[in-house]
């Protein structure tokens, strides 16, 4: 029930409740006898006022239920809201830590990155320049190197007997003998070919890497091959796998020249092939000398054994002297035990006194 509907049903029963007022405090001047209609009308206003005064009753019984109610879904209702709210919180500053967690991390990698360019900007000055470039191709080859082969297997910056400084020798057994690797990176012909917007300028930095190439591995072979010195052939560097590919996919003539020569070109792969290669050699090299060791070993344990052979037989014949002197003396000791038995068993009968004993009785028995 609403709150006008109550209001309205106040106001009806307040109207009958004074009607019925009226009614029972009106008396007729004219007699004093009350009129039927009217007791009975007085009557039906009692019952309804009576009715009314219940239903107010249990109206406002009613309304202070759902007011009680109302305060118990208010007070739950408040409730909830605070753990909502309380849990939004606390949702709210795990995402607000989380959100400072990463971007601690993004301003992390921002800071990364800024080095990574730095360290870009630097690489690029070291190209730039012709002796730090090729200082940047001997670190990279010197790593590949130590990586792979022991430290006794190779030499870097090296001076060879013509005054010439290798920068990594191949300590290698003869044949093939020592092997001389060089580093080169001929940029600007690359550069040159990198920046070619026509077909006619590619070609002609096409040209200019390959002379650049030819002129690397000439000078190779005319420092780094010395007969008697270092072996027939030997190796160029180039510390770029793109270069490398250009060179067998456009210019292959510049690597059957190489071959001509006698100077391998190899890239960062090919290179660790390569010195798989000669750590397997000087593996092979080194079995080789570790089993002309193992003969001369066996050789002499074989001499050993010979001379334990012979010295065991000698022992042997020893034991079996040894062993026939110990039967001849069980031979000895089994007839002194027989000759001591039959004393042992020897009986002498009682002889008359005025009896002579036979001149050769006795003696005989006693020293058999």
Known sequence: MSGFDFLLFVLIGAFIGSITVFFLGRKSPQTTQ?????????????????????????????????????????????????????????????NLTKLSERLAVIDQANQHISALNNQVTQLHNILSNKTERGAFGEVQLENLVRTVLPPNAFEFQMTLSNGKRADCVLKLPNP????????????????????????????????????????????????????????????????????????????????????????WIVSPTTMMATLNTVRAILRDARMREQTAVIQGEIGKMIEDVTRLDKRVDNLNRHFAAAQQDVRDIQISTGKITSRGEKIESFEVEDAPADTDLPASTAKPDLLR
């Open 34 to 94: 009350e009129d039927p209609a009217i007791a009975e009308i007085r009557g039906q206003l009692a019952q309804l006022a009576s009715a009314a005064s219940g239903q107010q009753q249990s109206l406002s019984s009613q309304l202070h239920e759902q007011s009680k109610k109302l305060e118990d879904q208010l007070g739950t209702l408040r409730q909830h809201m605070g753990q909502s709210l309380h849990m939004q919180t606390q949702t709210t500053n795990e």
């Open 176 to 263: 093939p003998g020592d092997i001389i690797i060089d580093a080169k990176f001929p940029l600007e012909g690359w550069r040159a070919l990198q920046a070619a917007d026509s077909e006619s300028e590619r070609v002609l930095a096409r040209k200019q890497l390959a002379l650049a190439v030819r002129g690397h591995v000439k000078d190779i072979a005319d420092k780094y091959i010395i007969p008697g010195e270092t072996a027939e052939s030997a190796c160029m560097f180039l510390p770029s796998e793109a270069v490398y590919a250009e060179l067998h996919a456009h210019l292959p003539e510049v690597i059957e020249d190489s071959f001509k020569k006698r100077i």
